[in-house]
């Protein structure tokens, strides 16, 4: 028996009307796939119904990943997948596999032969540098940055001179209720001509994307509390 293929399936970065953010083509494949790996079952679920909503809950099988999965047990979620059976991965937001844990499970995939298939959808990381007017030939994610105020001053600073020196861009994101907080830490350590784009709620209808120097956004300041955003200085 053929071995199945596994199926990056994107989602939407919010409770938005699928369809208007995501190709048909993610449609067709939500239809006739029963099998997933996901970061958190009942956002996968909603996620489904929005997509399909005639899809029948009851027939879908998951496996989750996420930083509570037993790393033992990650071996097994691809089983249906090698019985001829065609899967999906889907992340909570966005692109699975990027800044995901999901990207373990394509590198086993990989290292099984089987076939990985990324369908088109939305990522915050390439919808905010399009439209933030910053490098878009040479950019890095760097995730997080540290909690701690010395450190995560350190980091801001590092990365500042990493961009100066080479013009790289710098991508990063914080847990949503403390953006505020990361905000008012980049005013206060870079440079008054740092480019700062700040891209708020993408494809949501409360979506801001701005792009303005330190000593812009210091006369310009937005709340962003428990709202996904992503930075990028420059």
């Known amino acids: 028996m053929p071995n199945g293929t596994l199926y990056l399936i994107p989602i939407t970065l919010g409770e938005t009307n699928a369809l208007e953010v995501l190709p048909l083509s993610v449609r067709k494949a939500?239809?006739?796939?029963?099998?997933?790996?996901?970061?958190?079952?009942?956002?996968?679920?909603?996620?489904?119904?929005?997509?399909?909503?005639?899809?029948?809950?009851?027939?879908?099988?998951?496996?989750?990943?996420?930083?509570?999965?037993?790393?033992?047990?990650?071996?097994?979620?691809?089983?249906?997948?090698?019985?001829?059976?065609?899967?999906?991965?889907?992340?909570?937001a966005g692109c699975p596999g990027i800044a995901d844990p999901g990207a373990a499970i394509v590198t086993l995939a990989h290292q099984n032969n089987l076939k990985v298939v990324p369908l088109v959808g939305p990522s915050s990381i390439l919808l905010a540098m399009m439209a933030s007017g910053l490098n878009g030939q040479n950019f890095a994610f760097n995730g997080y940055l540290p909690?701690?105020?010395?450190e995560r001053k350190t980091r801001i600073k590092?990365?500042?001179k990493l961009s100066r020196t080479t013009g790289q861009a710098?991508?990063?994101i914080e847990t949503p209720y403390r953006n505020n907080q990361l905000l008012d830490s980049l005013l206060a350590t870079l440079s008054g001509?740092?480019?700062?784009?700040?891209?708020?709620?993408?494809?949501?209808p409360a979506e801001y994307i701005k792009t303005m120097t330190v000593n812009e956004w210091k006369k310009n300041k937005v709340d962003l509390h428990?709202?996904?955003?992503l930075f990028i200085i420059q």
């Open 147 to 150: 909690i701690d105020k010395g």
């Open 30 to 92: 939500v239809e006739s796939i029963d099998h997933y790996i996901v970061e958190n079952e009942k956002v996968a679920r909603a996620a489904i119904k929005r997509i399909v909503p005639s899809k029948s809950q009851p027939s879908l099988h998951f496996n989750t990943i996420n930083k509570f999965t037993d790393a033992t047990e990650i071996g097994r979620f691809l089983q249906p997948c090698l019985d001829g059976i065609n899967m999906g991965l889907m992340s909570d």
């Open 193 to 204: 001509e740092c480019l700062i784009c700040i891209a708020v709620d993408i494809t949501l």
């Open 226 to 229: 428990k709202r996904p955003t």
């Open 170 to 172: 710098q991508l990063f």
């Open 158 to 160: 590092a990365l500042e």
